[in-house]
Structures are given as C-alpha cells and as structure tokens.
C-alpha cells in the first residue's frame, strides 16, 4: 500500500457546528488494512482570500515511516 486519499467535505450539523465528512466508491476494489501500521493525515479544504471553500479537505492514509 503507498496511500490512501480520501476527500473531505464540510457539513454543519443541527447545531451549526462543523464537521466533516468522505467516503470512497470502488465497486471493483475491497481493502483489509492493519490500522496499528498506518499515520492519518487530515488536511483542512483550501479557502480563497473571501474564506470560500475552492478544494476540499483531504484524509490521507500511509505506511507508518513513509
């Protein structure tokens, strides 16, 4: 395994409190991973000079020491 890249999108919840939220849609591919192997990386969306939202966040799954 080199990666995993999973985007992330900003929601409010019934409070108005943010949170945010992706998932991944391989129809053709299943993962078994071992978690106590990894690093996750959580990268916030990129915002323009008006603070809107022009790339989403990203989680990113690695090989610890990669």
């Given at each position: 395994m ?16 943010e ?17 106590k192997?990894?690093?996750?990386i959580i990268f ?7 603070g809107?939202i022009t ?12």
């Open positions: 080199r990666q995993i890249e999973i985007p992330l999108y900003l929601k409010k919840d019934k409070n108005e409190e949170y945010m939220i992706g998932s991944l849609d391989f129809d053709d591919m299943s993962l078994s991973i071992d978690l192997n990894v690093t996750f916030d969306p990129s915002e323009d000079s008006d809107k790339a989403p966040g990203k989680l990113v799954i690695r090989p610890k020491g990669a």
